[in-house]
């Protein structure tokens, strides 16, 4: 596809998610009411995405007595919460290569909790019939280069051939695939969001959209949030913000962000489905350090995201990066050479999400302040499932209790910081540049295992 092809397939798409392109989205919650602001509350929770959201859940079904808020700065899932892919891995390290190499005589025992946490999740939309698509269908790896074939395994049960991962799925670029089942699920993540809010609130907690949380304060005996529609109090504090400016400064360097770029396609006619044989709802993502993922919704639209990850100098946050005309195009072409079958169809939505990146590619945890204030940050993707485990973990650790998930060296172990600007920035860009080179030859590269060797990284 040439850029002029890729223009016109992009002509007409609106800049929205697809996920919050509904009527059916929720009317805002008002904001924290100044007149409220004389009671001490029991735990109040910042970010009303995906962590904050079971954040507030788990903690009343906890304790169904204990006083809980949730400030959200905007909208709930305005942000990654609502612009993501929709895929829920059961993966708590980013995947089993991460977890392995960094933490690899716990990396059974994390496997373990993430699916149990998958199964989790599972249950509660059941139990509370949150209708967000929930479909269990797993997920293919699908090697697009000679060289990544071996990552997949061939000699191990489940490995799939060229002519075997093509019945699945009929790509002329895919050399051969694993599918996994029972470890993934795909979703609507914004009904998913808005359901766990409905749910929250039905266990008894409020909910206040549009309260942005300027700076914390600890007290003797509380921690005061000062937001611009007054004063709020808490006991105990969960911090859910992530890819946000972080509240404690011991985390501004900590993260980065780094914005995705997704599309969505028109809804597929029932013979555009047969020509590419797409027929169970496997989610899909490729094998490359710039890999694209990519699903059914639905309405039998593609969904078609990931191979740029684009940094901003100066750890930029801003409403501009999110139209990035040269992404778009990259993967309105990349979807061509995927599904030639599909050429000429036309994309109805593009958008961009800011993703919480940390150099070892999975959340981290913590909790200060005499356990008063705790933190779960740095998902760098994936985090659809396993906010709920850092949700988890941040109420653990607030309690002070020795628990399976706060016993792991993954729990307990920090990342190495980002360095200040302009090195940073020269060092995401070396990285990228290595990255893409190791995609094209299968190689790694001088720079590449040096930070190998550091346990550092950059990904998406």
Known sequence: MRPTDAGAALAGSVLRPLWLDTPDRPEPRPPWSA???????????????????????????????RDVVLLEGERIAEHATGRNGGFCEASLTHGEANGRERWPEEHDAIQAIGVRNLDEIAATIERHGIDCGFDRSGVLSVATRPHEVAGLEPDVEGFLDADAVRRVVASPTYLAGRVSRDDCATLDPARLAWGLARVAESLGVRIAEHTL?????????????????????????????????????????????????????EPLTPDQVAAIGWTDRVGISDSGNQFHYYRLTSDDRVLFGGYDAIYHYGRSLDVAHEDRTE?????????????????????????????????????????????????????????????????????????????????????????????????????????????????????????LRLLDRLGLGFDS
Not at 38 to 52: A, E, K, P, S
Not at 214 to 219: A, K, P, T
Not at 228 to 253: I, S
Not at 371 to 378: Q, V
Request: proline share 4%.
């Open 35 to 65: 007149a409220d602001a004389d009671r001490v509350r029991g735990l109040v929770i910042v970010g009303g995405g995906f962590t904050g959201l079971w954040a507030a859940v788990r903690a009343k079904e906890r304790d169904p007595s």
């Open 213 to 265: 949380v300027g700076d914390l304060v600890q007290h003797r005996d509380h921690v005061s949030l000062a937001t611009v529609h007054g004063e709020v109090r808490a006991e105990q504090v969960v911090l859910a913000t992530n890819v946000f400016r972080p509240l404690l400064k011991r985390l501004r360097l900590s993260i980065v962000p780094v914005y995705d770029y997704v599309l969505a396609t």
């Open 327 to 447: 992404s778009f195009e990259t993967l309105a072409r990349h979807f061509v050479e995927t599904f030639p079958q599909l050429e000429g169809v036309r994309f109805t939505h593009r958008w961009a999400g800011a993703i919480d990146t940390c150099t070892r590619f999975c959340a981290f945890f913590g909790v200060t302040r005499g356990r008063r204030i705790a933190y779960a940050t740095g998902f760098t993707g994936l985090g659809v499932g396993a906010s709920r485990f850092g949700a988890d973990v941040m109420l653990d650790l607030l309690a002070g209790e020795s628990t399976e998930r706060t016993r792991l060296r993954m729990v307990r172990e920090k990342p190495l910081p980002f360095p200040p600007e302009p090195i940073a920035w020269i060092g995401i860009q070396l990285t990228r540049w290595s990255l893409g080179r190791e995609d094209a030859t299968g190689r790694r590269n001088l720079w």
